[in-house]
């Protein structure tokens, strides 16, 4: 699902970039050092910043339905992080990720351990073991 702009928006956007260019053109001719310290710092704190929130809020598990909206959603299979059904409306989605839900409801190694043990073979490259 994509969100729409809205209209406002769209219709400032040429004046963002005009002031974008306008303000590229006042730091070529005026060199402010001040800015110069402030951009480097703030790509400094950018990631530290980052990694602090991540660390602070992970993320959880989306549950909410797309179709009826209530939280209902779970895996299709157990033992796989992809696909998705809902209790509620029977709504099935079996390319979108589980992941976050298969984290939150237990280990992930055995399930990674497991998909790559099934996908091993398959596929139109040819491979070392095959013979032939
Ligand atoms: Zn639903």
Redesign the pocket.
């Given at each position: 699902m994509q969100r729409e702009p809205s209209p406002a928006l769209a219709w400032c956007a040429p004046a963002f970039f005009l002031l974008a260019v306008a303000a590229g053109v006042a730091i070529v001719f005026r060199r402010p050092l001040s800015l110069f310290a402030g951009v480097l710092s703030a790509l400094a704190a950018v990631p530290v910043g980052w990694v602090i929130v991540s660390a602070l809020w992970p993320a959880k598990a989306e549950r909410r339905?797309p179709?009826?909206g209530?939280d209902?959603l779970q895996r299709l299979d157990q033992r796989a992080t992809h696909g998705l059904a809902?209790r509620?409306?029977g709504?099935r989605d079996e390319s979108a990720s589980a992941w976050l839900l298969a984290e939150e409801e237990g280990p992930l190694e055995e399930i990674v351990l497991a998909e790559r043990g099934r996908k091993l073979p398959t596929g139109p490259v040819d491979s070392p073991r095959q013979t032939g």
């Open positions: 339905c179709a009826c209530k209902a809902c509620a409306c709504f």
